[in-house]
């Protein structure tokens, strides 16, 4: 079993950020996992993606020409990203900032306004980890108990004071 994520958005978005934790989260429940960061030259404000793959056997490729599931955090990622969703898969968008168009019927689309969301937490940073929330239920090898470990992992030593914002993000996307 794998799972195969793609994650966009504009640089200073979390998108790098959102893949670190799923990898992490991967490695937390014992599996082999891919983490591939691609970023333009300016990275704060340029394209930012990244494709994590989890599998509960040895990865062969770390090429994804079609994802399981994917996060756009952005317009320009929903754009280019959206023909890369496999049928039967999976796609969340902020829909703060997300227009849903053009549409796929093969696929399902989780349209969740992130932002919003986020600055109900207080702070509208968070809104790339309300999305990982809210793709979490879509995920076969990754789960809420991964991602709290991984979490503690990656933030838990530089700023344990954001560790708590971040997994009520993360709640919120998956109760939305």
């Known amino acids: 079993m794998m799972d195969k994520i793609l994650l966009a958005g504009f640089?200073?978005?979390?998108?790098m950020f959102i893949g670190k934790v799923l990898a992490y989260s991967g490695m937390a429940a014992g599996h082999e996992v891919c983490w591939i960061p691609s970023y333009g030259p300016e990275m704060r404000?340029?394209?930012?993606?990244?494709?994590?793959?989890?599998?509960?056997?040895?990865?062969?490729?770390?090429v994804i020409s079609q994802a399981d599931a994917g996060i756009v955090l952005?317009?320009?990622?929903?754009?280019?990203?959206l023909a890369r969703i496999k049928p039967g898969g999976t796609l969340v968008a902020n829909?703060?900032?997300?227009?849903?168009?053009?549409?796929?019927e093969d696929i399902t689309v989780i349209a969740v306004e992130a932002t919003e969301l986020a600055n109900e937490i207080g702070n509208s940073s968070?809104?790339?980890?309300?999305?990982?929330?809210?793709?979490?239920?879509a995920l076969s090898l990754i789960n809420l108990d991964s991602v709290?470990?991984?979490?503690?992992?990656?933030?838990?030593?530089?700023?344990p004071e954001l560790y708590d914002l971040n997994v009520a993000a993360i709640s919120k996307g998956m109760n939305r």
Do not use: W
């Open 148 to 159: 709290q470990k991984a979490m503690a992992e990656v933030i838990g030593k530089k700023k």
């Open 126 to 137: 968070l809104a790339n980890m309300v999305c990982l929330g809210a793709l979490l239920p």
């Open 11 to 15: 640089g200073g978005q979390g998108v």
């Open 95 to 104: 829909s703060s900032i997300v227009a849903l168009t053009p549409k796929r």
């Open 45 to 62: 404000g340029g394209t930012a993606n990244c494709s994590v793959l989890v599998a509960d056997e040895e990865i062969h490729s770390p």
């Open 74 to 81: 952005n317009q320009p990622s929903y754009d280019r990203f």
